[in-house]
């Protein structure tokens, strides 16, 4: 089979699988077995596939098809321009955050040797991103569950990172809240636990720890505006992820805590997704 007709026939199988994105993710599976960019793969599209590339296409596919994750069988993901490994125990990082970056890049511009914290770090994106797009300042992430941290351990390497560290801690203990930072950032987790839980076939291999954030899922954001407003400094900006319509029950809990200019950000969908605010 030839780069050309492996791309048809891996449409063909996730469109029977259900799966949404299947051009996209036809595309992603093409590079990832032959190595080759967009343009290698529109100049080599009659090229034999290998037999280990056949074998690994297969694989792929037969996983696929079962709906576990594209980014856990590649074992990384792309976010803001960088690649972060991604594996079971971790939760994969989603476009949508890239609002939030932009939220904090936007508030970090203007300063120098800003201090960060991220709460609920997970793979460590937004925390690593950050500390790179921001060179000067330095971020302290924290996270709860071994198997998520080891992963921003090894993203931290991955991308050179020397100013952003990862420590175990829970954030209904308050751990980091000892210092002072410019920036609080969190993507808690926020899948409200009442009534029926809809998540895609995927998220169901992702940790549900990374999800659920209690019976309104509002419990970390509570907590985390609750533990840490001692934490900023003053005109500090606290900065959450929201999942849809928690927008409007967040900023009352900024406002009930007495933060100021109150804001949100919409993502590419245009939901509200980040909700900042300034102590
Ligand atoms: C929604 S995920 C976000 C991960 C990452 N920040 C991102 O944007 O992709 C939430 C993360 O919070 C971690 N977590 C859950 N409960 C926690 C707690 N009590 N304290 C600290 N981290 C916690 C989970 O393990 C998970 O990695």
């Known amino acids: 089979m030839n ?6 026939s891996i449409k063909k199988a996730l469109e029977g699988a259900g799966i949404e994105d299947y051009v996209f993710e036809a595309k992603q599976i093409i590079k990832h077995i032959t190595g080759f960019s967009s343009t290698e793969i529109l100049m080599n599209y009659t090229k034999e596939l290998t037999e280990f590339q056949s074998n690994n296409l297969t694989a792929i596919l037969k996983q696929r098809e079962l709906r576990y994750p594209l980014q856990y069988i590649f074992g990384e993901w792309s976010f803001y321009g960088r690649d972060f490994y991604v594996g079971p125990g971790v939760l994969v990082p989603r476009a949508d955050t890239e609002t939030v970056i932009e939220v904090c890049t936007d508030y970090l511009k203007d300063k120098t040797e800003s201090k960060i914290l ?5 793979s460590g994106c937004i925390g690593i991103t950050l500390s790179k797009e921001k060179e000067d300042s330095v971020c302290l992430m924290v996270e709860k569950y071994p198997e998520a941290m080891r992963y921003a351990e090894k993203n931290i390497t991955r991308n050179k990172a020397e100013n952003a560290k990862v420590i175990s801690g829970d954030i209904f203990c308050g751990a980091g809240a000892e210092e002072k930072y410019d920036l609080i950032v969190s993507n808690p987790p926020y899948v409200a636990e009442e009534g029926d839980i809809e998540v895609s076939p995927e998220t169901k291999y992702e940790p549900e720890t990374a999800l659920l954030g209690g019976g309104d899922g509002l419990k970390f954001y509570r907590a985390i505006t609750e533990n840490y407003k001692d934490s900023l400094k003053e005109k500090g900006m606290l ?5 849809i319509g928690q927008a409007d029950p967040v900023k009352e809990i900024l406002n009930a805590a007495g933060f100021t200019d109150i804001g949100t950000k919409k993502d590419l969908n245009g939901i509200e997704r980040a909700v ?3 102590k």
């Open 3 to 8: 780069i050309f007709e492996a791309y048809n």
């Open 118 to 122: 991220d709460l609920c770090a997970g």
């Open 239 to 243: 900065c959450f992820e929201v999942g």
């Open 276 to 278: 900042y605010a300034y």
